[in-house]
């Protein structure tokens, strides 16, 4: 079955440090989000990105965040500068159809920030 | 606004079965169930569209009341492999993000 693969799968990091978390979905689909699950919590939505562009973010996506599809198959998510916070399961997912679509998950990119 | 989840978390022996309810605040478009198991990624369940319906994966089902924006997720006969953390992910319209909630804790012992 496809999957969505991300890269890498732990990322150390010392704060105020730049970082890109990269994704490569599921071929064939078009929609594409970024989630982050900090310990124990629950999966929380950042953004959502259809066209190229963004479709959709929550308050946790500001400035320091950045998402970019630099090619036909990477989706890649840049921290600027990174907080202590930001220490998160960082969660890919994609989807075919944005309307009533299941969510594919990635295995996630562990983000220590130190 | 995100979806809440009750329980937080349920022990279950084998061959018992439990709910999970998932409501929300604002009227829903739909909703998702997700099953994430220790370490790994959540893992899709089903879908449920406003309309009342259930759906069902192998003996888990679940049910959409829109009127009361409420989901169950039934879990009946369980099974060892039933256990990890169930995520609701909702939507309150057909494009919006889905947003998730805390998650119910399911642990099945033998």
């Known amino acids: 079955e496809p999957e969505v693969t991300q890269t890498p799968s732990h990322q150390v990091t010392q704060m105020g440090q730049e970082v890109i978390l990269r994704c490569v979905p599921i071929?064939?689909?078009?929609?594409f989000y970024w989630y982050r699950q900090i310990l124990g919590q629950k999966v929380e939505f950042l953004v959502s990105f259809y066209n190229n562009e963004i479709s959709e973010k929550s308050e946790i996506f500001d400035d320091q965040f950045s998402v970019e599809r630099p090619d036909g198959s990477n989706f890649t998510l840049k921290i600027r500068s990174t907080k202590l916070e930001d220490s998160a399961m960082y969660f890919c997912a994609s989807s075919e159809k944005g309307r009533d679509g299941k969510l594919f998950f990635g295995s996630g990119t562990q983000l220590s920030v130190l | 606004q995100q979806p809440v989840q009750s329980p937080q978390a349920v022990i279950l022996r084998e061959g018992e079965d439990a709910v999970i309810n998932c409501s929300s605040s604002k009227a829903l478009y739909s909703v998702h169930w997700y099953r994430q198991k220790h370490g790994e990624a959540p893992v899709f369940l089903m879908i449920?569209?406003?309309?009342?319906e259930q759906k069902g994966h192998e003996k888990i089902s679940a049910s959409f009341n829109e009127k009361k924006q409420q989901s169950s997720l039934y879990l009946t006969a369980s099974q060892l492999s039933y256990s990890g953390t169930y995520f609701c992910g909702t939507r309150t319209d057909s494009w919006g993000k889905l947003q998730f909630g805390a998650g119910t804790q399911v642990v099945v012992t033998p």
């Open positions: 449920l569209l406003k309309g009342g």
């Open positions: 071929s064939n689909h078009l929609y």
